[in-house]
């Protein structure tokens, strides 16, 4: 069954996956991949994959293994069949969760160490000088972002949820902290009569 066969839904989300995978930093092929197993109710194997993507079984091959890597599909084994059958965890946000450990962990960590190692360097001139600066405001950004990032993922999933779901309502909650902290401060600071 290739994937014209497949529900125009199925068919239009997986043409997505293939169009943004690039800007995510993976290929048309392995976005496609991805969206067909995402959204199969069942593990499926690369001969299936193959034949519904209208892909070569090793360009298939290929995407699973790097599937893999990503930690995004599990192999599967199924009891009498020696295929491998490959399936996306259910929980949308284990996924997120294991997407954005990945990207921390090829993407941002190796910036953060680059900037660390450039922190130490003595600097030579102004120019330098200038230039560590700005690299230890970058630094000092996203070393909070992933300190805060950590704060997140041991949270519940339903309470991480639910605190995206507040929104702008935690600036006011932050809002109304520093008021009552501010007053407590005043009065502390204030001299008794």
Do not use: C
Not at 83 to 89: G, I, L, M, S
């Amino acid at each position: 069954m290739p994937l014209r066969n497949l529900p125009p839904l199925n068919r239009q989300f997986i043409a997505h996956f293939g169009e943004m995978g690039s800007k995510w930093g993976i290929n048309r092929t392995v976005g496609q991949i991805y969206a067909l197993i995402f959204l199969s109710p069942r593990a499926v194997n690369a001969d299936e994959i193959a034949e519904l993507l209208q892909f070569s079984r090793s360009n298939v091959s290929m995407g699973l293994k790097e599937l893999q890597a990503w930690r995004l599909v599990q192999l599967r084994h199924q009891p009498g069949d020696r295929r491998e059958y490959f399936d996306a965890p259910s929980d949308v946000w284990e996924i997120f969760r294991v997407l954005a450990e990945e990207r921390r962990r090829r993407e941002i960590e190796p910036t953060l160490s680059m900037l660390r190692m450039a922190l130490l360097e003595a600097p030579h001139s102004d120019a330098e000088r200038y230039a560590q600066e700005r690299m230890r405001e970058m630094h000092d950004l996203i070393d909070r972002l992933m300190k805060w990032f950590d704060d997140v993922q041991r949270l519940a999933p339903e309470t991480a949820l639910q605190l995206m779901g507040m929104g702008a309502q935690v600036t006011k909650v932050l809002s109304l902290k520093d008021r009552i902290t501010g007053a407590a401060k005043k009065k502390i600071d204030k001299p008794a009569a």
